[in-house]
């Protein structure tokens, strides 16, 4: 089976602006594809040309083994696209809206799946109102249900919840997850890296227009971050060496240990007894962690 999106050597200039430079990856069918990155990265310049609204320098996008520049209307009507910006409707109501944009897709009658958009996003009851008395949280739904109207097989989510409430946020994403489940593949943009950290099976990690890291998250967090172990002592303990120690305080010590190394390997190079520990505490190392050692490596 084709890949869902198969990005190779894709290169986009905009006059002496290198915005993506020779970016490769793909996204398979059914996974969720976190592109994760500072301001001004290029995740916006490489989603414009995956959506043709930006023709690539060079390189080339195919969506399920189909060229985005050779066959662009094959491509769209696979792909659905929830924008970071909210979008002015006018003077439409929901409904209108959603029965508009099917028709962009040659789709007619087309009752069924907007109802049932409007009823899993909420929206339902406030289908005949217009854009314009929407709340932001309204909006933000409005523009998954476009991006959903004509069940797309590859759905990308540019920071689709940016200023939303907690509550909102969750509930997109449980939908979103959802939406895995049913076959849906999705590629995902967005600074809440705890959030990716949980959904993304796969994550990239672009800056200044390069791919820096692609693989699958949790490797990711193991290769780049660390684990920290602080214990409590029953006593007072002598001085103690070994290379993990961070911090040593009467009865409290602190190590910080590569992410793939045991406990029980820790405590037998510093022939710790068991029985004196009081209190054990871990902190795993964190997508963020492994984002911010990656971007600091950056030459």
């Not at 869902?4 to 020779?22: F, G, H, P, R, T």
């Not at 301001?39 to 189909?66: M, Q, R, Y």
């Not at 449980?174 to 890296?193: A, D, N, P, Q």
């Not at 070994?242 to 510093?270: C, R, W």
């Amino acid at each position: 089976m084709a890949d869902a999106l198969e990005i190779l050597n894709l290169v986009k200039k905009y006059d002496s602006l290198i915005a993506v430079n020779d970016v490769t990856f793909n996204v398979k069918p059914g996974e969720i594809f976190g592109l994760l990155g500072p301001n001004g990265a290029g995740k916006t310049s490489l989603i414009s040309t995956i959506v043709t609204v930006e023709k690539p320098t060079s390189g080339s996008v195919k969506i399920f083994g189909t060229d985005v520049s050779v066959q662009p209307r094959v491509t769209k009507s696979m792909t659905g696209i929830v924008p970071q910006e909210i979008v002015n409707h006018g003077f439409f109501n929901i409904e209108e809206i959603l029965t508009f944009h099917s028709g962009y897709f040659g789709i007619r009658n087309n009752k069924t799946q907007i109802h049932f958009l409007l009823h899993k996003l909420g929206l339902f009851e406030h289908r005949h109102k217009r854009v314009k008395q929407l709340s932001g949280g309204m909006k933000r739904r409005l523009l998954i249900a476009k991006a959903l109207v004509h069940q797309p097989k590859l759905l990308i989510l540019d920071e689709p919840t940016a200023g939303v409430d907690i509550e909102l946020r969750q509930s997109l994403w449980e939908f979103v997850t959802e939406l895995r489940k049913s076959g849906v593949t999705i590629l995902l943009t967005t600074h809440y890296l705890e959030e990716a950290e949980q959904l993304c099976d796969r994550v990239g990690i672009i800056h200044q227009g390069r791919l820096r890291r692609v693989g699958p998250t949790k490797e990711l967090i193991d290769e780049f971050t660390q684990r920290n172990i602080n214990l409590v002592l029953s006593k007072t303990t002598g001085s103690l060496t070994n290379k993990y120690l961070t911090h040593q305080d009467q009865n409290k010590v602190s190590f910080q240990i590569p992410s793939t190394m045991k406990v029980g390997e820790l405590l037998a190079q510093t022939q710790l007894n068991v029985s004196d520990i009081v209190d054990l505490q871990i902190n795993e190392g964190s997508l963020e962690d492994a984002f911010r050692r990656v971007l600091g490596g950056v030459e």
